[in-house]
C-alpha cells in the first residue's frame, strides 16, 4: 500500500526557509513522476516543483530560484527545500505522485501547467506553511 506523509511545516516570517519531506513507502516503480503542490485558501491547488525518476527537475515561475525538490532514494523522501519564503507562500503544500507512463513523459511539463490532479494517484495529508510579513 502506498503511503505518503508530509513533514515541515510550520509558521515563519517572510525571507527566512523551511525544508519540508514527504516520506513515500510502498512505491516500488522504476518510472514515475513526483511533485509537490500548494493550496491556498480559496485558490485551486497548484503545482510548485517536480521531480522524474531520473532526478529531473522543473518548477512554477512563481518558486523558481527560491525552492528546490530533491529525493533521497535510500530514505523513500521526497524534500523541497524553500528559500526567501514571502507571505504569498502561505498554503497547504501536499506531496503526490504517480508511476503511470503518461504522466511521468509530461513529469518535466506540469511546472508550466497543463495537469489534471487526476494525472497524480497518490497524495499525502497536507502540511501547513504561514508566512507573516
Known amino acids: 500500500q502506498v503511503q505518503l506523509v508530509e513533514s515541515g511545516g510550520g509558521s515563519v516570517e517572510s525571507g527566512e526557509s523551511l525544508r519540508l519531506s514527504c516520506l513515500v513507502s510502498g512505491y516500488t516503480y522504476s518510472r514515475y513522476c513526483m511533485g509537490w503542490f500548494r493550496q491556498a485558501p480559496g485558490k485551486e491547488r497548484e503545482g510548485v516543483a517536480f521531480?522524474?525518476?531520473?532526478?529531473?527537475?522543473s518548477y512554477a515561475d512563481s518558486v523558481k530560484g527560491r525552492f528546490i525538490i530533491s529525493q533521497d532514494n535510500a530514505t523513500n523522501t521526497l524534500y523541497l527545500q524553500m528559500n526567501s519564503l514571502q507571505p504569498e507562500d502561505t498554503a497547504m503544500y501536499y506531496c503526490?505522485?504517480?508511476?503511470?507512463?503518461?504522466?511521468?513523459?509530461?513529469?518535466?511539463?506540469?511546472?508550466?501547467?497543463?495537469?489534471?490532479?487526476?494525472?497524480?494517484?497518490?497524495w499525502g495529508q497536507g502540511t501547513q506553511v504561514t508566512v507573516s510579513s
Open positions: 503526490a505522485a504517480d508511476p503511470s507512463h503518461l504522466t511521468s513523459l509530461r513529469c518535466l511539463r506540469y511546472s508550466g501547467g497543463g495537469y489534471e490532479l487526476a494525472d497524480f494517484g497518490d
Open positions: 521531480i522524474d525518476s531520473d532526478g529531473s527537475t
